[in-house]
């Protein structure tokens, strides 16, 4: 077998993070323990309405689908939470990383004050309540 296929073919078993949903992720947030229980939890879904309505609802909308009060005059939308293609495409990580980080090239800001428990509450609102 050539040498640089061998390397490429024990490169994709040495890191089997590198091709899953998250992969893109920057490895702090790639590999992030998901608090599934969390997520699912009601109580956790409604501190992260509070958590929304204090600091998202005026870019998202009050019905996730990014038609919030502030939503002109910026590049990029604000994103639709309701949308099913970005549903079927985003994972609790990347909700996560996109609150924790912002986004490049939209007004996403970084929300680095929340703790992180804060965060997986806002996740598990956005993800539970944009169906």
Same mark, same amino acid.
């Given at each position: 077998?050539?040498?640089?296929?061998?390397? @490429?073919?024990?490169?994709?078993l040495?890191?089997?993070?590198?091709?899953?949903?998250?992969?893109?992720?920057?490895?702090?947030?790639?590999?992030?323990? @998901?608090?599934?229980?969390?997520?699912?939890?009601?109580?956790?879904? /409604?501190?992260?309405?509070? /958590?929304?309505?204090?600091?998202?609802?005026?870019?998202?909308?009050?019905? /996730?689908?990014?038609?919030?009060i502030?939503?002109?005059? !910026? @590049?990029?939308?604000?994103?639709? !939470?309701?949308?099913?293609?970005?549903?079927?495409?985003?994972?609790?990580?990347? @909700? !996560?990383?996109?609150?924790?980080?912002?986004?490049?090239?939209?007004?996403?800001?970084?929300?680095?004050s /929340?703790?992180?428990?804060?965060?997986?509450?806002?996740?598990?609102?956005?993800?539970?309540?944009?169906?």
């Amino acid at each position: 077998m050539n040498r640089s296929i061998r390397w @490429v073919l024990l490169l994709g078993l040495a890191c089997p993070a590198c091709s899953g949903p998250d992969s893109d992720l920057p490895p702090p947030y790639r590999d992030l323990p @998901v608090p599934v229980s969390a997520l699912a939890s009601s109580d956790s879904r /409604l501190r992260g309405a509070g /958590l929304y309505a204090q600091h998202c609802v005026l870019c998202h909308g009050p019905q /996730l689908d990014g038609h919030g009060i502030r939503q002109e005059g !910026f @590049v990029r939308p604000p994103r639709n !939470f309701t949308d099913p293609a970005w549903r079927r495409s985003t994972s609790p990580r990347h @909700v !996560f990383y996109a609150v924790r980080e912002g986004l490049r090239g939209t007004s996403m800001p970084a929300w680095k004050s /929340l703790t992180d428990r804060e965060t997986w509450d806002l996740v598990a609102y956005v993800l539970a309540s944009g169906r």
